[in-house]
């Protein structure tokens, strides 16, 4: 769990419900309280662009988790399509390439994820693929029939390494930093205009305080966890390469 994101969050809501009342002794509500038709509707105005806005910001993220998700499957099936075409060649490429599957899908799996929660890739990872896509090239079909799954694996090859590339490229393509700063002025001016709200009771005040604070920054942590599709606390895994590992060790 996000434990210093909820604790910043928590400490920032209480902050804002106190400063109602430090605001009561400098301004009193009384004389806030005439100008709560014209706070109300600038806020109205203010409060749904800002929604809009961060509801957007949260669904694009997610879509993006579901197609990084989405991108390490196709990237697997093209492994099994190239462990499927070793097993049609003589040895010792039949060897060559299952070896070569396997040790690329290990090195994704134990030494490649973390580096992309930290938005890099692994020089090994890129080495064994640069040599199993050498390899693939390398076989000279002799039948019709040699040639149709050689070109198969070819498609499969370059089907490896857009879907590697994409996978990559997807570890850091997060928000942009325009975009952020956008949404932590809006997430300030949100929580800051009720703060003009002229209430008789200021604890009813003081609560609308923490609440709506609570409820921003919440949706902000969820934005900030969701962006990038390798870390944070929703994260794509390495399931699809743990399949596939699987089914590479049962083809044996």
């Known amino acids: 769990m996000p434990v210093v994101g909820i604790i910043v969050i928590v400490g920032v809501a209480l902050l804002l419900a106190t400063g109602t009342f430090v605001l009561e002794r400098l301004l009193p509500a009384s004389h806030r309280e005439m100008h709560n038709d014209v706070v109300g509707f600038v806020y109205a105005v203010v409060g749904v662009a800002y929604a809009v806005l961060l509801g957007l910001v949260v669904i694009a993220a997610w879509n993006g988790l579901d197609e990084a998700k989405a991108n390490t499957y196709t990237e697997t099936d093209a492994l099994i399509q190239l462990d499927w075409y070793g097993h049609s060649l003589p040895q010792p490429q039949h060897a060559e390439i299952e ?89 300030a001016i949100t929580v800051g205009f009720p703060l003009f ?3 008789k009771t200021m604890a009813a005040h003081a609560l609308v305080m923490f609440f709506v604070t609570l409820l921003v920054g919440s949706l902000l942590l969820v934005v900030y966890e969701l962006n990038y599709p390798f870390g944070g606390l929703v994260k794509v895994g390495p399931e699809a390469f743990t399949l596939a590992l699987q089914r590479l060790q049962a083809l044996s």
């Open 197 to 199: 709200f002229g209430m």
């Open 99 to 187: 070896s070569l599957l396997k040790e690329y899908t290990t090195v994704v799996i134990r030494v490649e994820w973390p580096e992309l929660a930290r938005q890099q890739s692994s020089p090994q990872a890129w080495a064994v693929y640069t040599r199993l896509r050498g390899l693939v090239q390398e076989q000279q079909p002799t039948t019709p029939a040699a040639t149709i799954r050689y070109q198969q694996a070819l498609d499969a090859t370059a089907q490896l390494g857009n879907a590697r590339r994409e996978r990559v490229d997807q570890s850091s393509d997060g928000i942009p930093t325009l975009l952020w700063g956008t949404l932590l002025l809006g997430a």
